[in-house]
């Protein structure tokens, strides 16, 4: 009887989903947790970043990776290639739609500039070297810059080893400091992706949803110089040979399974103040969702007028509709979970159980009221200051500009006084950027969302007027709308046809350029950039003086929630590695509803939608698809599902950013790669739901079961010691 | 062990679901099957219509019910009873939003002109009378009219006694025939409807889908003259004190639990031929789907104009989306299912079947060939056919000229050679109709649904025009469409123009006019009709030698699948009183994902948006439900939901006429009724999906709670023995 209690508050402890996307160093804390969870392996392992599994689990900047054999082959989701497959792709020849296996090593193709793989290396508390000895008597704005200051000395000194990228960031609202060292590999080439209606299956209607179907995987090669050390793409480099990598697990995962991600999620927001967050539910996130939902009208409506404007501006497509659903989702999902009540809750206790003692009073008591004054007062120009951002995010040209006038700015400065942005490492990004747009730049498309940004600037109220651009356009407040958008058009008549900033030869040429060099060009839109330079640098300051303001008092802040909460926290997402765990399983996401935690083949068979851009299953896929499943056996069948699983749902702590993470099981196999959360766990960013967060991964067998089965990668399989009948290489 | 095994069987057994809507004779020989799904009562006394339970269950015409109450009380659909909504509704009380309590007797609304309640009594086999001796020499033609002379022989007899209605009806494709007479009551009332935002609560958002949280219950009462005798309706009639009545059970529906449903099913084909299936699945449904997009996105364009268009034309819309929900979940439900497939391989064993034994090749060989050759005859008109028919769908002043003209042309004949449409029993239904244009009459809608009908008729090609129309319109095969339209268009001018019959007081002094009187009157409909008559006359022609060709085959082919099949089969849906078991289960409609069998008020609070037409519970019953949920306890609460339950699952047979179907638990208490099928199971009217069958009902739980903790109907639930704390009358 003891016993069955015992479980049974072991089964309730274990039903919900924890909280967490742990620095790594952290998990040997959780060792009680975890075994409660039915770990047996050694928790302290993940706090070790050179060895296994941690050894094997990488960036791609923005998306997340591991290395799956000893020659350097990684695996990450399909959704994350899709740059390389862009790039490789020809009018007879679409990646995208087709997919790409490499038969040998010497067909894998080069993932483009800009590609890149980082192996985290070292994480050092850095606390004291950029908050510790600040002359109190600095005003807000030299404050903030002297943070940065400091931020790039760290750095630079850390980026002297070769082959080193650095970063130093802040976690708990900057009450602690970590620089990050990073191996940097260039040589990025795509050994595998599937086609796009099976990386992508469901596409835009499937995005967050479950259930789920896509086979969202690709492998990556990383290549090095001969002699073994970090270098650019050369045809005669050689597979960089990782330390560690993953075994792939032919077992894939199982429903009550423990697993563990281990990546890089970009950002969460669950430490701020009740009022930042409000902000962001009431304010910022319903103007992207408009925003986003007009530019994709606009887009829409040019695409169907011309196929090349619809690929050239197929990428902002896909991220205007995605941030847009996202946004849509939080919004929808704080509503729904109540976030800002529970929130004002939170914070209501926290004040109280500040005041309850007079000492907490002292240390705690100012911090959350000045981070109110700082968010009011950032509230009181934000239309101005979003809508002056959105110029550059609208129009390549406009941040083209940009880019080029202040680079010359920055340039003559010693790199450390360079703002970040613009800092020597950069430069190689920027001039990508550069060359990217002859790619991306449609003239219409430029065009049409660089005149949405003019109409929102020509609407801002009295007092948050962009000056310099109402002077260039002729714009004024209250202005009525229909001679606005005249002006507005007469000025970008002007604009466009005072360019040449459309050939890439002549970006690329004033690189170097100096100021008066690009003044001289008399390039309309480097003149409307330099006409808009000094408000910018009004913006720059407040920014500064704002990021000040708020390093006094916002680690307070962090600092009190810590003391209230008593225990161990995770700090923010902030692009940097972070490990989460859980425990595959459905959900009931609504009454009378409840999600699985696997799907299989048979169901993207039923999905499959012959002349449906988004379900078409290719037909040599549909093929093996019914084959496989008419045979109900074979290596990579669920035997109780009766069939080859596709993707699985967990309750581990993730978000944008760990796309392609690898997924453990309690042998450091990988079983999976995440891929997505559920549009009912969008809100997590803001508030953790211990109740319905979950994670999509795809399983390790659908993966290996296409490249068998499919793909017929025997090359590809031989060496992840996958190839069917032979045992799973350690 | 084998104790063990046995349980195993029967569970499996037990797991799928049963095809059949039986006919209450049929039960009896369902004993066994029964008594394996536990049940434990007497399965011959579902073939007892005048006695507990069958006594209780009614027909509204298009809805079923049952009686609640010894009082007359009777339990039906919300969406059963929006005609007596909208009748007492008024600018001031609008009951189709608020919802209606009667807190007296006194207080009870008539329902209006057409609402009746019919209680069938008696079920007889009348095959010989209608399908005996036949002289073979008739030709088709004649053989269809004698057979429908034969019924109306027969209706007319049947309903020689007083207050009774009558239908004959054929089962089996015509292999049996039955005379079913019916208790007419026609004084009917409304006691009790909720609010429209929880009768319909998620509109057509919901529709046909799963979770459900809608409380589609409402309460009606049939009246009688003092005698106790079916009158029609007048003040001093008072409440009909059936011989039966079900008790509302407070307990509800529990999930495994075996539940009966007695109703009217409408119509189900499958016994249909699979080239008849085919015709439906590849043309007739994809064309109601297409035509009804097309109208309802005319009639939304009116809509937007004008409110007064939109009230009128309110109940075509519902009706308009409905089917093609409908119609679009059956095709596409057929194609997922593989319904021509699976239908293809049982024509084929059939036919196997029959050419294995040369005695069955005899009597059965001929039959499926000659429906085949009588489709195929069918479908060379088909686009004309159904052209011709959308002209009085379309437009109410066509259809009225229609009523009057035939009419007129029929009424000086006797009763038995009237056409059935047109015998002396319709006229009150007639005469109705034509009262009812008033209130759904829209000049605009009118012309833009008839216009659209002809421009279809513009489009048929060679071989298939409507001569008489073409004359009137000036239209011609391959005409440019333009042309065309802009013919139609003046002719409608002439049309919409020279009529009065958007008059009521025309319609109606027009009831009993002659042919002379009409062409006299020189309406430009009645003219437009006269001229279409003859073309009509064509096509009645041509149904009843279709009918008299089908009667010699369809019943011998049906007769071979009853044989083939060895056991009991259920007849296809007529109308006709039916009976139909299942289990309260939920069903994974899809890959990934479940439907729990239940729903409870937390899940309809979840869906509350305020503002939203379709999801905005209204503020009163909102927080009832709200101050119930927190209580988590009352009367009406499942103990394993922790709250009321709203909507349930079942695997019973059902299809649309169901609506308002008590369901029974094997105690014959009303536990729910029955309003609606999910999505995936629509096209169960053509093939029964064992697996995947659902009907979706209200628990009687929630409209017990509902009564009690928002209507506060102590009166009503007095008299349903279901008020808090007190016992349930048996």
Redesign the interface.
Known sequence: MRALLASLVLLAAVARADEGMWMPQQIPDLAPRLAELGFKGDAKAFADLTGQPMGAVVSLGGCSASFVSADGLIATNHHCVVGALQVNSTPERNLLEDGFVARSRAEELWAGPGSRVLVTTSVRDVTEAITGRIDPKLSDAERGRLLERRVKERTAACEKKPGIRCTVASFFEGARWYELAQLELQDVRLAFAPPGNVGNFGGETDNWM????AGDFSLYRAYVSKDGKPAPYAKENVPYRPAHHLAVSPKGAAEGQLVFVAGYPGRTQRLRTLREVTEQMEWSYPRTVRRNREMLQLLDALSKDSKETKIRVSARVRGLANSMKNREGVVEGAS?GGLLQVKAAEEQALVAWIAADPKRQAEYGAALPALDRIQAEKERTRERDATFEALAQGSGLFDAARTLARLAEERPKKDLDREPEFQAREWPRLKEKLERLEKTYDPKADRALLRYALIEAAALPQGQRIAPLDEAVGLAAGAPAEESARRIDAFLDRLYAGTKLQEKATRLGLLDATPKALAARHDAFLDLFAALRPFERQLEDARYAREGARSRVAPVYARALLAKAGGLVAPDANRTLRVTYGVVKGV?P???????P???L???V?KHRKGDAEFEIPAPVLEAMRAQIARRAGPYVDAKLGDVPV?FLSSVDTTGGNSGSAVLNDQGELVGLLFDGTYETIASDFLFDREATRSIQVDSRYLLWFLSDVAKATNLLDELGARVGTAVAP
Chains 1, 2 share one sequence.
Do not use: N
């Open positions: 479950w259930p789920r179907h729904r009931s609504r009454d009378g509803l409840v999600y699985l696997q799907t299989r048979a169901g993207a039923a993707d």
